[in-house]
């Protein structure tokens, strides 16, 4: 949902209401992506954003406390990749993963941004991967995977970061494992040898398959005897995530999204500007393919009702979505185990031909090329500060900079390669060249796009703004912010251009 960035815009400018002296925001209520007006007057708001200014260390120890980078070379086509995030709800809504698939040779990196709280955010994040590991397993493996004995361990992907932050319930664990035990059974059951295998439609299926068996086990929890259970996974029914996943196996990237994150591809094109190359479509309101998908999936004469505001139901902004059952469940179930906890309210008004949501991905294919440099994943608390052109330059920028910081050398030649030519070398020292104007404050290129996308003017870094935009008083920050997760995937160039 679009955060109305005040301090970028400057208070004072169009948002103001002449006759009323009042500031309008977007906000966010809490069961949901919901939007409202809320109304502060300019004298109010320039008291409650005159923080006192952070000096240079703290804004550095802010934007640097959450950042990691990972060297993989020499690995495949991933050199490294960076991320970093920068809460703005308290607890944080945003998740991440990256991961190596264990018995293949993928790696993969996910950004999903809860609404409604974290729970469905939390939960989508520890357990897609191993669905997605598991759906690409060779028959050999998940025969043996499938048939393991009880308590034997499993691991199917490699974690680079801990994904986990908040506590489930060991009962919910329990749930979790059965379903994913089932899956695995239903996998080996549906793989014949030699069959024909579609990455583009098998990530659509994992994604409908763990959206389907929450709701299951959902079910589950209401035919168990524990009402805590039952709460807990209610609970997580009623928030909702969206998630965009890269899958990244030699030069072939798949990205699977349902929601609004984004994923964006870094391109040097042969004139040396950087291409912003999107690799996701919005599953919004502004995308009008996506209404029309909507709309064409019931009656005509809903078609008024579905939509308000700009929002499913005038409630919910994402069109696609992990969880948010009360937007998918028949109505029968909702008043059996909603209607009871939450009132008659949580019912959507003319709710009548569920469900009106749904967690199945668009997925994109793109085989790298050498001049594909980078990939960016991001939660829309960052795309809401800056496009994805102005990304992909920032990024770009950072790599030309950053790569002036390190002494000159040629890549070895050898059995991999023949050595570069006389007009590559050249090529190289220009782009160093000018890298030396884009000397990066920070190491890390994730750290260094939030520090641009939140502090960057055409002059360069203003110090006041990025102070101000950090020291917004908790209560009110989700007004000017989202949180921001980001990840930056940097490819091998080596790699890459003896592979094409
Ligand atoms: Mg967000």
């Known amino acids: ?21 009042q500031l309008q925001f977007w906000s966010q209520a809490l069961n949901g992506k919901i939007k409202f007006w809320s109304n502060v007057t300019y004298t109010q708001c ?19 406390c959450n950042e990691s980078h990972v060297d993989l070379s020499p690995s495949g086509s991933i050199k490294c990749f960076d ?6 709800n308290n607890p944080t809504e945003d998740r991440r993963a990256e991961a190596r698939c264990v018995h293949t040779t993928g790696m993969l990196f996910g950004v999903f941004d809860g609404h409604g709280g974290w729970p469905c955010a939390e939960m989508i994040c520890r357990r897609l991967f191993n669905y997605i590991a598991a759906s690409l ?3 050999d493996i998940l025969e043996q995977v499938a048939n393991r004995k009880d308590g034997d361990p499993l691991q199917l992907v490699q974690w680079y970061n801990k994904p986990y932050a908040g506590n489930f319930s060991r009962e919910l664990g329990h749930l979790s494992d059965t379903s994913f035990n089932r899956y695995l059974g239903q996998l080996l059951k549906n793989t014949k040898p030699n069959s024909e295998f579609n990455m583009q439609d098998n990530l659509v299926k994992v994604f409908q398959q763990l959206d389907r068996d929450f709701w299951d086990e ?11 259970l039952l709460n807990e996974m209610l609970t997580i029914a009623m928030s909702g995530a969206v998630a965009c996943v890269a899958h990244l196996d030699g ?29 996701t479509k919005l599953h919004g309101f502004e995308n009008p393919e996506e209404v029309r998908r909507l709309l064409g999936e019931h009656p005509a004469n809903e078609s008024s009702t579905i939509i308000k505001q700009e929002r499913l139901f005038g409630q919910l902004s994402p069109l696609r979505a992990f969880g948010d059952f009360r937007f998918k469940w028949p109505v029968s179930m909702q008043k059996r185990l909603l209607v009871p906890l939450y009132g008659h309210n949580i019912l959507p008004p003319n709710y009548y031909t569920p469900p009106y949501l749904t967690a199945k991905p668009e997925v994109t ?23 994805p052109s102005r990304v992909v330059q920032m990024v770009g920028e ?18 991999r390669h023949k050595g570069l030519v006389l007009g590559e070398i050249n090529e190289i020292l220009k782009q160093r060249q000018e890298g030396l104007h884009h000397k990066p404050i920070d190491a890390n290129a994730a750290t260094h796009l939030l520090r641009n996308a939140l502090g960057g003017t055409e002059y360069g870094i203003d110090h006041t703004m990025l102070s101000q935009m950090l020291s917004v008083p908790e209560d009110v920050v989700r007004l000017v912010r989202d949180d921001i997760t980001i990840v930056i995937v940097f490819f091998d160039k080596d790699y890459l251009r003896h592979r094409n």
């Open 83 to 88: 991320v970093n995030q920068l809460p703005s």
């Open 218 to 228: 959902v079910e589950a929890a209401e035919l168990s005897s524990s009402t805590s």
């Open 46 to 64: 320039r008291s409650r954003f005159s923080q006192p200014k952070l000096s240079p260390q703290q804004v550095n120890t802010i934007l640097r």
């Open 137 to 139: 397993l060779p028959l």
């Open 251 to 279: 030069v072939h990237l798949h990205i699977a999204n349902t929601g609004d994150c984004r994923a964006v591809l870094g391109t040097l094109s042969e004139s040396n500007t950087w291409v912003a190359k999107p690799l």
């Open 365 to 387: 294919h793109h085989r790298l090329l050498p001049r594909d440099k980078f990939l960016v994943l991001a939660t829309d608390g960052l795309w809401e500060q800056v496009p």
């Open 398 to 415: 950072y790599m030309s900079g950053r790569q002036t910081l390190e002494p000159f050398r040629l890549p070895p030649a050898g059995k």
């Open 1 to 21: 949902m679009a955060v109305v960035p005040v301090m970028r815009n400057q208070i004072g400018s169009h948002l103001i209401n002449p006759s009323t002296q």
